[in-house]
């Protein structure tokens, strides 16, 4: 008979080696995509066993739309903590920057992810989270309708610049790769060259936004 304090330990438990999973998962997916991997794969990598893998996401397609869901809500949860809306657009158009480059800095690799889906899937998964991408974009829409609406920033199209401003934060992280071999012996994932990064991203993004 299990006991009501087993209930919290088991629930733990469950946690972790879902993400062990996810994460597993994740980097698997990156590397071939939905086609090219195997559950089995997976399994080793994470340590568990491929029954394991079924019981908690039914099967790789299911597994696949968590991993490409995981980011969406929590890119959602970190910049619903920042309180933009509460600060000046200038400085939360900073704060968002900020928070993009350190989230993608703790995973780099992400972006292939992204490309894997748009390259054999055509981002058929990726629309399923399109909602809980479009909140985090509408909190960029909003710092910059609003900092055109106070006459701190220029007229921009959102639909353009919102773009525009993501590519200067990730893209830095997607091309690591293959410019490592430009620029050789130069650690650009580490906390200084991260740093380097967000500031001349902010430097660069606001010379492009302000009135």
């Known amino acids: 008979m299990v006991s009501s304090s087993d209930t919290p330990s088991r629930s733990r438990n469950a946690k972790i080696t879902k993400q062990q999973i996810l994460d597993a998962a994740e980097t698997a997916f990156s590397r071939h995509g939905l086609q090219g991997t195997r559950i089995s794969e997976i399994a080793?990598?994470?340590g568990v066993t491929t029954a394991m893998i079924h019981y908690?996401?039914?099967n790789k397609e299911g597994l696949?739309?968590?991993v490409l869901q995981r980011p969406a809500l929590e890119a959602g949860d970190i910049f619903a903590q920042l309180g933009l809306e509460a600060l000046p657009p200038e400085e939360a158009l900073k704060t968002f920057i900020k928070a993009a480059i350190v989230y993608e800095a703790l995973h780099p690799y992400r972006g292939m992810l992204w490309f894997q889906e748009a390259s054999q899937n055509q981002g058929e998964y990726f629309k399923l989270s399109i909602e809980s991408w479009s909140k985090t974009f509408s909190y960029l829409q909003d710092i910059?309708?609003?900092g055109m609406a106070e006459g701190s920033f220029r007229q921009l199209d959102p639909s353009f610049t919102i773009v525009h401003i993501l590519g200067v934060c990730?893209?830095?992280f997607n091309i690591h790769e293959n410019w490592k071999h430009v620029v050789p012996g130069v650690d650009r994932l580490g906390e200084q060259m991260v740093q380097g990064?967000?500031?001349n991203a902010i430097a660069l993004?606001?010379?492009g936004v302000k009135a």
């Open 56 to 58: 908690y996401f039914g």
């Open 197 to 199: 990064h967000i500031e």
């Open 44 to 46: 080793r990598s994470a």
């Open 144 to 146: 910059l309708e609003r």
């Open 64 to 66: 696949y739309k968590t």
């Open 170 to 172: 990730i893209f830095y």
């Open 205 to 207: 993004i606001l010379a």
